[in-house]
Nanobody, 125 residues
Framework: QLQVVESGGGLVQPGGSLRLSCAAS????????IAWFRQAPGKEREGVSC????????NYADSVKGRFTISRDNAKNTLYLQMNSLRPEDTAVYYC??????????????????WGQGTQVTVSS
């Protein structure tokens, strides 16, 4: 069974950091572009960041540029999202999603057939 599983969420104070992980099982991540999405209560899901299969190309939403860094360790079949300088507006459930293409195609949810269950990130004092 092909699946991705997120971990690393939690409660953090404003200005703090968290690192999310996305682990794959049943397939190898290194053939596919992977993206992080998030959804806050009462809001639509939004794309946060995407990384190509090689790791050579990355995209970020304007709201997280300069604060979040996406990376991948294909040897560990794992993807990461390092989140620094967190703000209360970053509070959301964060999802990892795998595309079937090698390059990032944007943040249309229907382009990503494989989704994790999500991990909650709460930024609050």
């Amino acid at each position: 069974q092909l699946q991705v599983v997120e971990s690393g969420g939690g409660l953090v104070q404003p200005g703090g950091s968290l690192r999310l992980s996305c682990a794959a099982s049943g397939f190898t991540l290194d053939y596919y572009a992977i993206a992080w999405f998030r959804q806050a209560p009462g809001k639509e899901r939004e794309g946060v960041s995407c990384i190509s299969s090689s790791g050579g190309s990355t995209n970020y939403a304007d709201s997280v540029k300069g604060r979040f860094t996406i990376s991948r360790d294909n040897a560990k079949n794992t993807l990461y999202l390092q989140m620094n300088s967190l703000r209360p507006e970053d509070t959301a459930v964060y999802y990892c999603a795998a595309d079937l293409y090698r390059n990032c195609r944007g943040f249309r949810g229907y382009d990503y057939p494989y989704w994790g269950q999500g991990t909650q990130v709460t930024v609050s004092s």
